[in-house]
């Protein structure tokens, strides 16, 4: 089994901790990072973190997760997850297990942040609980690909 999952993060994300913190919280993208390659290797997964401002390099990131056969994408598309058919069709066609995430709660927002086109192509999308929301979607990415905590047993 493959036991690497793709972090994909998208436009503005590199400016975690001094972008509008009200709304986003003060932690930085290295903390993000940080804690999605701790959550990741208590499955004894690897965590490929990537941010992008261009949609056409994040749908080559998608595409790398393909050709390097990863077990799961998760991905905070930014302002992306409400304009982009391409990464909806980026992710659709590689067909490998997607969770999307929001540092914010994106239905407490402005309305044209009430769609999202990348949480069509995701099999869960997670809003609303900062950071903390990556941790979460590695949890819910593990148990959908099968792979147990370390520490309490067995992996699948």
Same mark, same amino acid.
């Given at each position: 089994?493959?036991?690497?999952?793709?972090?994909?993060? /998208?436009?503005?994300? %590199?400016?975690? &901790?001094?972008?509008?913190?009200?709304?986003?919280? @003060?932690?930085? !993208? +290295?903390? =993000?990072?940080?804690?999605?390659?701790?959550?990741?290797?208590?499955?004894?997964?690897?965590?490929?973190?990537?941010?992008?401002?261009?949609?056409?390099?994040?749908?080559?990131?998608?595409?790398?997760?393909?050709?390097?056969?990863?077990? /799961?994408?998760?991905? %905070?598309?930014? &302002?992306?997850?409400?304009?982009?058919?391409?990464? @909806?069709?980026? !992710? +659709?066609? =590689?067909?490998?297990?997607?969770?999307?995430?929001?540092?914010?709660?994106?239905?407490?927002?402005?309305?044209?942040?009430?769609?999202?086109?990348?949480?069509?192509?995701?099999?869960?999308?997670?809003?609303?609980?900062?950071?903390?929301?990556?941790?979460?979607?590695?949890?819910?990415?593990?148990?959908?690909?099968?792979?147990?905590?370390?520490?309490?047993? +067995?992996?699948?």
């Amino acid at each position: 089994m493959a036991r690497t999952i793709y972090v994909l993060n /998208g436009p503005n994300l %590199n400016l975690l &901790g001094t972008r509008e913190p009200e709304t986003y919280g @003060h932690a930085t !993208l +290295a903390d =993000v990072e940080t804690l999605c390659k701790m959550t990741a290797a208590q499955f004894g997964l690897e965590a490929d973190c990537r941010q992008s401002n261009r949609e056409g390099e994040l749908v080559d990131f998608i595409h790398d997760a393909r050709a390097k056969q990863a077990a /799961g994408i998760i991905i %905070n598309a930014g &302002g992306y997850s409400h304009t982009s058919i391409a990464l @909806h069709d980026a !992710l +659709a066609a =590689v067909k490998i297990p997607t969770v999307e995430v929001h540092i914010s709660n994106i239905y407490a927002r402005e309305d044209f942040r009430h769609h999202s086109f990348t949480a069509k192509a995701a099999f869960a999308s997670l809003c609303g609980f900062g950071i903390d929301g990556y941790r979460l979607a590695i949890h819910g990415l593990a148990a959908k690909i099968g792979v147990r905590e370390i520490a309490s047993g +067995a992996q699948a």
